[in-house]
Structure formats: structure tokens, C-alpha cells
């Protein structure tokens, strides 16, 4: 398992099939942005999205898209705020906004965003 910070810097991947983005860590959701779509819920009872942790990664399911890439344009990216497993999620230094850019051939390009960026707090 790698850790998120391990993931921004070496610029590993995750990936990506029909609605479901593998992430290579493991993490605590607080939010995800898919186009106009602000996600929060993330009970079993969500009706908007479903995430499964792995041993080695987690698995995100959009459960309102047949396809996610389909959802975005090619300049658009699926947004979220986390913390890391283990950190301590009521510290805001602890918040990390990922952008993730789906690409050809199943990729997904993890990027932190600007700290300054406007995320639709």
C-alpha cells in the first residue's frame, strides 16, 4: 500500500473502468465532485457512491454513472477532499484535494490541487 504522499510525488496511478476509479491508498472521503455533482453521503446507504477498501487500494464506485469518463470532458476531472488513513481527520492540515484526470488505456492521473483553488467548500 502506498501512502498518499508516496503517490504525488513518485506521480503513481490508479485506474479506472466503467464506474469504478482504483485509488492506490487508502483513505477517509469528506467530499467528491463529479461535474455538478457534490457527493458527502458516504454511508452504505449512499445512492451515489459506494467505497470498498482493499488490502493495497481502494475501489470507488459512481453508482449513477454507467461510465464515468464518459461524465467528463477531457479538460475535467473527478475532485475530492481526503485524509489519509491514520491522520487525524478533525486537522485541516490533514485535508488533502486531489483532481484525478482520466485517461486513455484505463489511467488515472492523481494530482493535488492548489491549496488556494476554489473547491466549492
Do not use: Q, W
Not at 1 to 30: C, Q, T
Not at 88 to 105: A, Q, R, T, V, W
Amino acid at each position: 500500500m502506498h501512502s498518499i504522499e508516496e503517490v504525488l510525488s513518485k506521480k503513481l496511478y490508479g485506474l479506472h473502468y466503467y464506474n469504478r476509479i482504483i485509488l492506490p491508498f487508502k483513505a477517509h472521503f469528506l467530499k467528491v465532485i463529479v461535474s455538478d455533482n457534490i457527493i458527502t453521503d458516504f454511508s452504505t446507504n449512499s445512492k451515489g457512491i459506494f467505497i470498498r477498501e482493499k488490502e493495497d487500494f481502494t475501489d470507488v464506485y459512481f453508482l449513477e454513472y454507467k461510465d464515468i469518463k464518459d461524465t467528463l470532458s477531457k479538460y475535467e476531472a473527478v475532485k475530492m477532499v481526503i485524509v489519509e488513513k491514520g491522520k487525524d481527520i478533525f486537522d485541516f492540515k490533514n485535508h488533502i484535494k486531489l483532481s484525478l484526470y482520466l485517461e486513455g488505456k484505463h489511467k488515472v492521473n492523481i494530482e493535488e490541487s492548489d491549496h488556494d483553488i476554489i473547491f466549492l467548500e
